[in-house]
């Protein structure tokens, strides 16, 4: 079983639609999670990390499911901008060296058409 | 954006070719890496340095080797590749005060092509 499995897509959207992506992780050791936003040739960048308690970012909204081991992305009002592949990321336990990196998902490519 | 500078951007080499990529970030970070992304698959992490004493080495083979003169700075030093090998190749850096998992900022990557 992969460590962080994301649905690849494309999800294409017309502009202000609403989108939600999901991600799974296979290490219920994990405890730092956050989603990286890579542009087309681009590099990854942070977009957000994700609380227990979920957290809202203007339009993004990011939740953590621990039981299930699930991590999710909500984006309203889509703008043409947000078009990217969004990376969902966990650590493990908060030691340093290995148990600290980042596990990376492919990531979900969106696609948001005027 | 120059936090984190790659060096060269593309590279395209032979198989008996030896190459050096080369990272450099401007953040004052004490921990850098290198990722290795291919079409298709997650970012890989191939190595960790964390105050210039590699950390983690991923399994990579040994084509691939790495060198960390000091905080700022990190080479990938590239032999007898193989085709397989062509990917896009990415440094990273972070601020690790130990406790792992804090945000790490990339460069732009270079892409390697061999041929």
């Known amino acids: 079983r992969k460590e962080v499995e994301q649905d690849p897509g494309p999800f294409n959207v017309p502009e202000g639609a609403t989108v939600a992506f999901n991600c799974t992780y296979s290490n219920s050791a994990s405890q730092s999670f956050f989603w990286y936003r890579q542009d087309c040739r681009k590099e990854p960048k942070l977009l957000m990390s994700?609380?227990?308690s979920g957290n809202e970012d203007g339009r993004f909204t990011a939740q953590l499911n621990r039981a299930s081991q699930y991590i999710s992305l909500l984006i309203r009002d889509s703008k043409l901008s947000d078009s990217a592949t969004y990376l969902c990321?966990?650590?493990?336990?908060?030691?340093?060296?290995?148990?600290?990196?980042?596990?990376f998902g492919k990531g979900t490519k969106l696609s948001v058409k005027p | 954006e120059t936090g984190v500078t790659q060096t060269p951007r593309h590279l395209v080499m032979g198989m008996t070719n030896k190459k050096s990529l080369k990272c450099e970030q401007h953040l004052g970070h004490n921990a850098m890496y290198w990722y290795k992304q291919s079409a298709k698959k997650p970012l890989e992490l191939m190595f960790v340095y964390n105050f210039k004493e590699q950390t983690e080495n991923n399994s990579v083979p040994s084509r691939f080797s790495p060198e960390c003169p000091n905080s700022s700075h990190l080479f990938l030093h590239l032999h007898t590749l193989q085709p397989e090998d062509s990917a896009l190749y990415l440094c990273?850096?972070?601020?690790?005060?130990?406790?792992?998992?804090?945000?790490?900022?990339f460069g732009p990557g270079t892409r390697l092509t061999v041929t």
């Open positions: 990321v966990v650590t493990l336990v908060n030691y340093g060296g290995s148990q600290g990196n980042l596990i």
């Open positions: 990273a850096s972070s601020q690790d005060m130990g406790g792992g998992g804090y945000e790490q900022y």
């Open positions: 994700v609380y227990s």
